[in-house]
């Protein structure tokens, strides 16, 4: 057997020789090889041949003979036009393909867009400042039986810090109340108002560390003073109109009379500081003596922030590790439960412990859905332009024979799919602009789509559109360049020259999944949703509305006594907040005369004895309280017994409890469970004493016949007993819904996210019936005239896309349960998957996508075996 | 005098074309070469001068029959042109012309 000279360097030299040299060359090649494999063995003679490859390795050799036929190019400007204007043709011609496709492109692209906006803003926040990558937050781990995380710090912490180390070259204090009540003296009475975004009583450092900058007035001399303050303009236009807020007062709370001495430029949106009314800080001694104090060690106020700015190359652990010391020295008697930590800037607004607006696995979730939204419109448009394709093959057959190659025509769809992908894009530009203000609604954001300072919405959008383009058109396009001419040419291509209809079955099923997916996703946080709404939270929570207490606990009583008197008003309670309730005053309990405190934590909710009535709240054991403005007594709810491992609730009857440090009295009834928080966490202990001095709220049980009638009276009383307070109200069980808005926020999406895939999914499927009933038609002839029934020939349809929902089901419904199961775990308390999430899915799947095909298969199955036999 | 070029590698190829007379191609060519001139001779030069050869209309090519040698590949027999021939003598000329003007021409070999 001759021996072979290595095989790769006869594949390199087939690769690289020019075609018409190779023959010749490789022969001499090879002769030459055995020459020297009997002249210097086989090993060498290797060695050489690879040389002597590489010896041909250059321009003579590699260069191709010209071809004797003239070149064709494959962009040539004639040819490009003539491939968009063919493109506009056919797209002319089939309008509901062009429709259908331009449809479920817009679609989604439009979700594309928008979920890019919505990314971007997030990732945009406060990334404006100067160094901010050297700008961090301080906050607090707090360390007890498990760890809880605040975003404050105790407010003399910023002052030492600031005076002890040269770690931060600005140290910025911020003290944010958000219900302030601001009064401005009118011509007549009093113009009163409150922001949402609250009041904050700033260090001037605040404003060297975050790029705010100032309209009128400067840094220098404002911020200084007690009893000044700076606004944004536009509150300065809310206030005082157009005279010149410089030197106007204002008054907070009743209580503090503040002088303008500076206006900011609006706050950019992208920003999580929010107050847009700063008082200067050393007002802040007057309005609460205890948080302006130096000595402010003992607790937490959340609204206390401290920013600093580090200087360059000093890292945060290294600034951490001199906080334990503070702690030592200024809260000696506590067991070490801070731990203060720095957190960056830019975790601020994605952190959920620290109280982030928005989590960034939301933000890679959405990313997901738009993507796969768009990836559905893309699978749509292959489907159907590859059923579409058979329609083209006398096109195509004709352009191969006067000389098209493949590239030719795989560019000629390629145009024609980007010409769609282009009006798409901008149909799905109009529509982003129309949807925005509902997205800005929902998400409480201010997006704006402003193309011309944006360059990266400019990159977006052609981006998208060529990605679009290139994912939806190569593989129908490749399909089309690839048709044999002389079988195009005879009409003789049928489905399998085409091939693919596996693949287009494996997108409807890719398709199809994704909706079912979402589907389930939808169907599960109704669910939940409603199931947290709906079911027993232990108390009453209808018809109760909230109404803030504004004066002294005197009054409050008078206001009390009055509200009761009304008609429609069945009960009225004072107390620090309702049973559930997102504030969170917990404190270690002392319970009968321990010396240690408790491990746990209880939930104090003050209120006095008619909360109980109001509320519906059951008793377990023992008595309700008797009335009283200061503590006497506690209530406590049954897990307050279970913490403490009493066998029976009615052990705890008449034992001493002290909470709050000087709270104290005996334990005269249990409470049944109530939901004291959302159902994301688990029933507190909770203990109810009365306290008048923490009395927050009015709870006004109303009763359910004229309602209008009662409110306004309600109204009337509240408003005659503060004049010079702002009404406000709430309903308990609006207040509820209200822990749930992010899980109703994504019911929405999802909502309509899997309407959108549910649609997108239809047309594909709509396609694809179609296409099938345009290669049955004379299947479905010889079957009618062999005697088959309608209902047989539908089923041929019927099994078809049956059988893939059914795929696509059992592909999606572990891929959703293992989604949803993870989300539930959020909730302490939540709904388990049933089965019949399942069946309701694919039962919807099902009957949608029969609806879908019914129209187009009863067509088929209806025409004449006499025509679509006639003709061959 | 005006006529194309001629490097002295070509040269050698043109003549060991002329001696194969009508069988020459390039394996061949290659080891009659080394073996007249005594020095290494790659494949590729070989074939390189050839092709420049041909582009000067010194040599002509066309594809042997397939043998069953060399994996059954065709061979590209070149043969000389006339032009390669008289271009050959005109070289030849040109050098006899200075041999016979040299005054010693035996004292060139003796080393100095």
Known sequence: MPLKPPLLADRFLKFFCAPHLLEEVQGDLHEEFEYQVKHVGVRRARWRYWLDVLGFFQPRYIKRKPSQYPQTYLFSLNMLRNYFKIALRSLQRNKVYTSINLLGLSLGMTCGLLIFLLVKYHLSFDNFHAHSDRIYRIVTEQHRDNISYVSAVPSPLGKVFRNDYTFAEKVGRICTFEDMLISIKAEKGLNKFKEPQGVAFTEPEYFAIFNFPLSVGSFQNALNEPNTGIITERIARKYFGNTNPINQIFRLDNKLDIRVTGVLKDLPTNSDQKAEIFVSYPTLKSYNDWLGSDDAWGGIQSSMKCFVRLRPGVSPSEVEKVFPAYVKRYRPTSKNVHHYKLQPLNDVHFNAQYGGAMNKQTLWILSLIGLFLIITACVNFINLATAQALNRSKEVGVRKVLGSLRGQLFWQFIAQTGLIAAIAGGIALGLAALALPYVNQWFATEISLNLLTDWRLVAFIPALILIVTFFAGSYPGLILAGFQPILALKGKLSQQNIGGFNTRRALIVVQFSISQVLIIGMIVIARQIYYAQKADLGFNKDAIMLLPIASTPQQAKTVKAQLQSLAGVEQVSLCYSAPASNGHWQTAPHYDNHSEEESFRVSVRAADNDYLATFDLQLAAGRNIYPSDTVKEFLVNETFAKKLNVASPSDLLGKNLRVNGNMTGPIVGVVKDFHDHSFHEDINAVCIPSASDFYNNYAVKISTANVPATMAAVEKTWSKMHPDQLYEYTFLDEHIASFYETEALMLKLIQLFSLIAVFIGCLGLYGLISFMAAQKTKEIGIRKVLGSSLAQILWIFGKEFARLIVVAFLVAAPIAWWFMNQWLQDFKFHITIQPWIFFVTIAITLLVATLTVIYEATKAALVNPVKSLKSE | ?112
């Open chain 2, 1 to 112: 005098m005006k006529r194309t070029y001629l490097g002295e590698f070509e040269e050698i190829v043109l003549l060991a074309v002329a001696v194969l007379n009508g069988q020459a191609y390039g394996v061949l060519l290659m080891h009659e070469i080394i073996e007249q001139t005594d020095r290494s001779v790659r494949l590729n030069q070989v074939h390189s001068a050839l092709q420049r050869l041909e582009e000067k209309g010194m040599v002509r090519s066309e594809m042997g029959e397939p043998t069953n040698e060399r994996g059954g590949r065709r061979k590209r027999l070149f043969s000389v042109t006339a032009f390669g021939q008289r271009t050959l003598q005109e070289i030849q000329e040109v050098r006899a012309s200075f041999w016979e003007r040299m005054a010693n021409p035996l004292k060139l070999t003796m080393p100095i």
